[in-house]
Every structure is written in structure tokens, then in C-alpha cells.
């Protein structure tokens, strides 16, 4: 897993660590040194400790004027032991509601599990953004994260499903994949099937 690292081919246009309105605002990296871990597993130092001991995150592009954030996430999203949903939403969500962002893309390559518990965090962040035309959406999340997040009634609340996980993001200017998501979401239904 030390070899996984976020995408960086934005950062001539943002980083998170430079933007003041970023929860990541003023975070430092350490180049040479590895001392986060998942479970046994080091992690490149590059992302970003999101109050979760198994799930970290990185945002990689945000747009106030468009109102949407990219988040590239990795390691397990667990709720039922963890709460990550309480994390992402409080620490990172509200955060980029307050600031005018209600579109977020959740990039889920790296999102090994997924263990479900209770859906109250998810229709919260749903209902903060719903209003202003906002959503919530997975790219390139494994099939055994669909049908775990499926059998727990998340497509209410979030996009994902089949028809995102072929989305070939990278090299791609943000505000294009965010018409290429949008696309996908008005061609396909909110969940799974």
C-alpha cells in the first residue's frame, strides 16, 4: 500500500494544504519518512488522516465557484466499528458545505471494504446539499463495496453503481470529469440497479 499514492496531477491548480477554507489547510508532508499505517500496512505520507484510524482521504481539486470538491479516498470504510461516515461527514463535509460546495465527487480506486451501519450521517449530508441541486457520488468502487452499500439502501442518499466504475479520471481537467459524473447521473438511476 506504500506504493499507492494520491493523484497529484492538479496540484499546479490546487492543494488542499494551501487553500484556506481546506479542512487539510496547513498540513506538512514528510517526503522521506512512512509512519501512517492501515492496519500493518505503511501509507505514502501524502495523505490525509481524516479522524479515521482505516479510511484516509485526499482532496484533490475544489472548485468554489462551481461548487464542487473531488475527495480520492483509501483503505477501509468502515462504519460499523469506525463510524467514517461521522468523520467524513463532520470533519470533512460540513466544513465544504459551509463554504459553498454541495456537489462532491468520491473517488474509491483505493476503498478496499466497506462495512455498513447505519444510514443517519449519509441522509444528513444529503439533506445539507439536496436543496441547492446538490449530490454525492462514487467513482470506481469495487463490487463487493457496491453490494454492501446497496444492501444497505445508500443509492438513496449517494450516486454509485456499475455505470461509475469504468470512469477514467486521471489526466482529465477536473471540471471535465465533473460533466462526465454529471452525465452519468442523469443516464443511470441513483443506485446499484
Known sequence: MHD???????????????????PFYGNRYDEFQYTTQIYNYYIDPH???I??????????????????AI???IGEWNDAIGNDIMFLKRD??????NNGI?????????????HADED???????NDIKDDGGWICLINTFDHVLLEMNKYRLGYYMHFGYAFNDVNWRGKKPSI????????????QKSLF
Open 51 to 68: 479522524g479515521s484510524e482505516t479510511l484516509y482521504g485526499k482532496l484533490l481539486y475544489v472548485s468554489y465557484s462551481n461548487q464542487y
Open 4 to 22: 499507492i499514492k494520491p493523484w497529484s496531477g492538479w496540484q499546479d491548480e490546487y492543494k488542499a494544504e494551501k487553500d484556506k477554507k481546506s
Open 102 to 114: 454541495n456537489k462532491f465527487l468520491l473517488i474509491c480506486d483505493n476503498v478496499l471494504n466497506f
Open 120 to 126: 443517519s450521517y449519509y441522509e444528513e449530508w444529503y
Open 47 to 49: 495523505w490525509d488522516f
Open 177 to 188: 470529469l465533473i460533466k462526465e459524473v454529471e452525465n452519468l447521473m442523469q443516464n443511470s
Open 92 to 97: 470533512i463535509a460540513d466544513i465544504m458545505v
Open 71 to 73: 475527495l480520492e479516498l
